[in-house]
DNA sequence: AACTAAACGGACGATGTCATCCACTTACCG
DNA sequence: CGGTAAGTGGATGACATCGTCCGTTTAGTT
């Protein structure tokens, strides 16, 4: 993918408005969203368009490279969960640091959604990611501390869910995803008689933009 | 507002076309979500634009009007759940239409939304929707059917989760959010010792297109 | 059948975004 | 310094959607 070209082979002043570039797609991308004018991006960076074509050929390369640093630190947290001796534990922290994310940073779920798996990779093999998370979950309902019935497709589905949840003023989402993910946990973790309805195998990247604006 | 006025008034033609733009309304909106393009809606309809517009002047209008039925549907469900003998099995149906539809229907989710409650209202005083889901929530935890630190605002907080799961492929989306709905309705059941984090008020007109395609 | 007001639909100008082109500027190297 | 290639930014054309205008068609009436 170009734009994400080594950017130490950059002239001084180019490597400088790139992170400027990055920093405004931040900004921008948070507040009005993932299809906020490339435009907006280029004023708000101090830059004309071409600059930032230039530098970022498409909206999702931009994107890609912008949210960069959270998918690194969501990554981290992956990792964490993996070596956490108290799966259950790690688990939940990763997915309290992904729903945070997701709903602080306006513009982040659809660029996380559109590379999950893979966004969770980082260095690892491919595919690997998937099959960390499969572990992380066999481990934990190992350990007593998810269901029998839970399904790793219900990750998705709590990360689908908490992505419904974005576009709240930054408290309130904040608040309401704490919330919703306690009563995810509770859910997971409690056996209950009746059957669970299967759980669906859902096209993570498939994520449209819904909802749109009335 | 204008465009509901009574269509009885208008001439048999118009009338015809009506009905048909807003057939074609809700395959469009259901098919493309709520910010399709007009002159999508009127290709389907088999009218020029000029009559979509002077029928519906604005997209609201339109959108209002052709999921007028659901509304209705979710209102009557909303009936029902009041006189339901058993106010948790009334809630549950209730939820499970609501979500069903939001799942289903592409652009009902934000249309809903948006008139939310004054979508149940339906002929009761104004607030009596509010009141109502109050009072079901009320009826149902004095029933033994949901925790005491219950909120009616995790109403919302449902409904809003739910929306996130639109976009998916019609049968896919429908298997998660039956899965969704039930993981919630255990946890709303099932008192545990840890406290929830606080419920947030939030604003369910305020559904912003968050995702955006990326 | 003839008349008229209602209804129609395509053309059109306005607006906003995209993404490229090109003449000008600037950082880096000798 | 001075040369030059990399970098820059605004102008620009292509494109899509919006919402209105207006000449034509048609339903309903006499």
């Given at each position: 993918?170009?734009?994400?070209?080594?950017?130490?082979?950059?002239?001084?002043?180019?490597?400088?408005?790139?992170?400027?570039?990055?920093?405004?797609?931040?900004?921008?991308?948070?507040?009005?969203?993932?299809?906020?004018?490339?435009?907006?991006?280029?004023?708000?960076?101090?830059?004309?368009?071409?600059?930032?074509?230039?530098?970022?050929?498409?909206?999702?390369?931009?994107?890609?490279?912008?949210?960069?640093?959270?998918?690194?630190?969501?990554?981290?947290?992956?990792?964490?969960?993996?070596?956490?001796?108290?799966?259950?534990?790690?688990?939940?922290?990763?997915?309290?640091?992904?729903?945070?994310?997701?709903?602080?940073?306006?513009?982040?779920?659809?660029?996380?959604?559109?590379?999950?798996?893979?966004?969770?990779?980082?260095?690892?093999?491919?595919?690997?990611?998937?099959?960390?998370?499969?572990?992380?979950?066999?481990?934990?309902?190992?350990?007593?501390?998810?269901?029998?019935?839970?399904?790793?497709?219900?990750?998705?589905?709590?990360?689908?869910?908490?992505?419904?949840l974005?576009?709240?003023?930054?408290?309130?989402a904040?608040a309401a995803s704490?919330?919703?993910?306690?009563?995810?946990?509770?859910?997971?973790?409690?056996?209950?008689?009746?059957?669970?309805?299967?759980?669906?195998?859902?096209?993570?990247?498939?994520?449209?933009?819904?909802?749109?604006?009335?």
């Open positions: 993918m170009p734009g994400d070209a080594d950017p130490a082979g950059l002239r001084a002043d180019a490597r400088r408005n790139r992170e400027r570039i990055l920093e405004a797609a931040r900004e921008v991308f948070a507040a009005q969203g993932i299809d906020a004018p490339m435009s907006a991006v280029a004023r708000r960076a101090g830059v004309g368009v071409a600059t930032l074509y230039r530098r970022f050929p498409t909206r999702t390369a931009l994107a890609t490279a912008a949210f960069t640093e959270q998918l690194a630190l969501c990554a981290a947290a992956f990792d964490e969960a993996l070596a956490d001796p108290d799966p259950g534990h790690g688990l939940y922290a990763l997915l309290e640091k992904v729903c945070t994310t997701q709903v602080t940073d306006r513009g982040f779920a659809p660029v996380f959604l559109d590379q999950f798996p893979d966004a969770l990779d980082h260095g690892h093999e491919r595919d690997c990611a998937e099959e960390g998370l499969a572990r992380l979950v066999q481990r934990a309902r190992e350990a007593g501390q998810l269901r029998d019935d839970f399904d790793p497709a219900d990750i998705t589905l709590l990360l689908l869910a908490n992505s419904g974005a576009g709240q003023p930054r408290e309130t904040l704490r919330r919703l993910l306690a009563y995810f946990f509770q859910a997971f973790q409690t056996q209950r008689p009746g059957s669970l309805p299967p759980p669906a195998a859902m096209e993570l990247c498939e994520i449209r933009r819904p909802p749109g604006r009335l």
